[in-house]
């Protein structure tokens, strides 16, 4: 007797709901009848504001072939690589397979892959990257100290220069300074080693990061509204609890500068589960969960849409004043710590998401103790 025989097998409501790609059943005339819950996370919007609505007013394909295939409930469909936009979500690409049910005329289902998402939570390592901030970690020595010998010589300048000349001085002092910070960032970036990693309180982190941020602010006051809403259930993630704190402080700081000309300018820090994600490790092959999301988002106008693909890229920045280093910092801390982040753009809110999803620290210690090299 099989194993099946024995066992009750599970619903398929369930099946459903653990698949981590969208699945959506469609009535005659192409109209949603039912979604799993990996489809509402892709189309931002709950099963019963789904229901009901027809597949083009949430999901616009211009491929005018495809809608064809689509409307001939009758034969399944295949396609890779196809362009759609979301409403409120902007572009995706996808891949989709629409198979028409059996003995139920009329009735479809459609499964959609976001390789949008995939491509944003990849295995890469960053290594094209890193190969090109290879540079300053093999020059920062020999650029330091003449740096440090140009500063030193400016401020001794400054002491025996008139007063009106002192603005010279302090300019030369103020751009070695930041040309040596400047440095310093990259170095952070090229560097090969990551920090080990434990498990952390995710909210601690959070918490400590705003008050790093309050504390910077001082007695200036702060136009900003910062909203935390916490999952207090959620248990330790797999990090580094400095990293973890770098990597709030930046995103934090970035959407408060960036909601500040806001009517009603905030900022909000969100934890969740986020079940079906999952990243292929490079050290054990073996897929690690990625189940818990840090979301900032913020009320700004957002990144310009052609720049949205480039901002984790170094020297990519929309700031007068900005290095362009701070996001591809943030990328590298969160890919230190087998996690992935992603950006969002949510044009019908106005809302900008920055999303970090990170392991659990119990579900990957234990994957990683049971997996041997040649197993």
Same mark, same amino acid.
């Given at each position: 007797m099989s194993l099946l025989s024995r066992t009750a097998l599970p619903e398929a409501s369930r099946l459903l709901a653990s698949l981590p790609h969208a699945v959506v059943l469609l009535e005659p005339g192409l109209r949603i009848a039912s979604v799993n819950p990996a489809a509402e996370q892709f189309f931002g919007q709950s099963l019963r504001r789904l229901v009901g609505s027809r597949l083009g007013e949430v999901m616009s394909v211009p491929d005018p072939r495809l809608l064809e295939r689509l409307?001939?409930?009758?034969?399944?469909?295949?396609?890779?690589?196809?362009?759609?936009?979301?409403?409120?979500?902007?572009?995706?690409?996808?891949?989709?397979? %629409?198979?028409?049910?059996?003995?139920?005329?009329?009735w479809q289902v459609l499964t959609i892959h976001d390789n949008s998402a995939a491509d944003?939570?990849?295995?890469? #390592?960053?290594?094209?990257?890193? $190969?090109?901030?290879?540079?300053?970690?093999?020059?920062?020595?020999?650029?330091? =100290?003449?740096?440090?010998?140009?500063?030193?010589?400016?401020?001794?300048?400054?002491?025996?220069?008139?007063?009106?000349?002192?603005?010279?001085? =302090?300019?030369? &002092?103020?751009? %070695?300074?930041?040309?040596?910070?400047?440095? +310093?960032?990259?170095?952070?970036?090229?560097?090969? &080693?990551?920090?080990?990693?434990?498990?952390?309180?995710?909210?601690? $982190?959070? *918490?400590?990061?705003?008050?790093?941020?309050?504390?910077?602010?001082?007695?200036?006051?702060?136009?900003?509204?910062?909203?935390e809403e916490f999952d207090p259930s959620l248990p330790p993630v797999l990090g580094s609890p400095d990293g973890l704190v770098q990597v709030i402080i930046n995103l934090v700081s970035n959407a408060? +500068?960036?909601?500040?000309?806001?009517?009603?300018?905030?900022?909000?820090?969100?934890?969740?589960?986020?079940?079906?994600?999952?990243?292929?490790? &490079?050290? #054990?092959? *073996?897929? %690690?969960?990625?189940?818990?999301?840090?979301?900032?988002?913020?009320?700004?106008?957002?990144?310009d849409a052609g720049m949205r693909e480039h901002i984790f890229e170094p020297f990519v920045t929309t700031k007068k004043a900005g290095q362009g280093l701070g996001l591809p910092l943030v990328r590298k801390l969160v890919r230190d710590m087998n996690g992935r982040i992603t950006h969002e753009r949510d044009e019908e809110l106005k809302l900008t998401h920055f999303r970090v999803h990170l392991p659990l620290a119990r579900e990957t210690r234990k994957k990683l103790l049971k997996w041997r090299p040649g197993a």
């Amino acid at each position: 007797m099989s194993l099946l025989s024995r066992t009750a097998l599970p619903e398929a409501s369930r099946l459903l709901a653990s698949l981590p790609h969208a699945v959506v059943l469609l009535e005659p005339g192409l109209r949603i009848a039912s979604v799993n819950p990996a489809a509402e996370q892709f189309f931002g919007q709950s099963l019963r504001r789904l229901v009901g609505s027809r597949l083009g007013e949430v999901m616009s394909v211009p491929d005018p072939r495809l809608l064809e295939r689509l409307n001939d409930y009758e034969t399944p469909v295949s396609a890779r690589e196809v362009i759609v936009a979301l409403k409120g979500k902007g572009a995706r690409r996808i891949d989709i397979n %629409v198979a028409p049910v059996a003995d139920t005329l009329g009735w479809q289902v459609l499964t959609i892959h976001d390789n949008s998402a995939a491509d944003a939570l990849g295995d890469d #390592s960053g290594v094209a990257d890193n $190969a090109f901030l290879r540079g300053p970690e093999i020059m920062a020595h020999e650029i330091k =100290n003449p740096l440090a010998g140009i500063r030193g010589a400016a401020q001794l300048l400054a002491r025996k220069v008139e007063e009106k000349d002192r603005a010279l001085t =302090n300019l030369i &002092t103020s751009e %070695v300074d930041r040309i040596a910070n400047l440095i +310093e960032q990259m170095q952070k970036l090229s560097r090969r &080693t990551a920090p080990p990693v434990e498990p952390c309180n995710l909210h601690e $982190a959070a *918490r400590r990061a705003i008050d790093v941020i309050e504390a910077a602010a001082g007695e200036r006051p702060q136009p900003v509204r910062i909203v935390e809403e916490f999952d207090p259930s959620l248990p330790p993630v797999l990090g580094s609890p400095d990293g973890l704190v770098q990597v709030i402080i930046n995103l934090v700081s970035n959407a408060m +500068e960036a909601s500040s000309d806001a009517e009603s300018p905030k900022v909000t820090i969100r934890t969740r589960f986020a079940s079906g994600l999952q990243l292929h490790t &490079t050290d #054990s092959g *073996r897929p %690690v969960r990625l189940p818990v999301e840090l979301r900032v988002t913020d009320n700004g106008p957002g990144v310009d849409a052609g720049m949205r693909e480039h901002i984790f890229e170094p020297f990519v920045t929309t700031k007068k004043a900005g290095q362009g280093l701070g996001l591809p910092l943030v990328r590298k801390l969160v890919r230190d710590m087998n996690g992935r982040i992603t950006h969002e753009r949510d044009e019908e809110l106005k809302l900008t998401h920055f999303r970090v999803h990170l392991p659990l620290a119990r579900e990957t210690r234990k994957k990683l103790l049971k997996w041997r090299p040649g197993a």
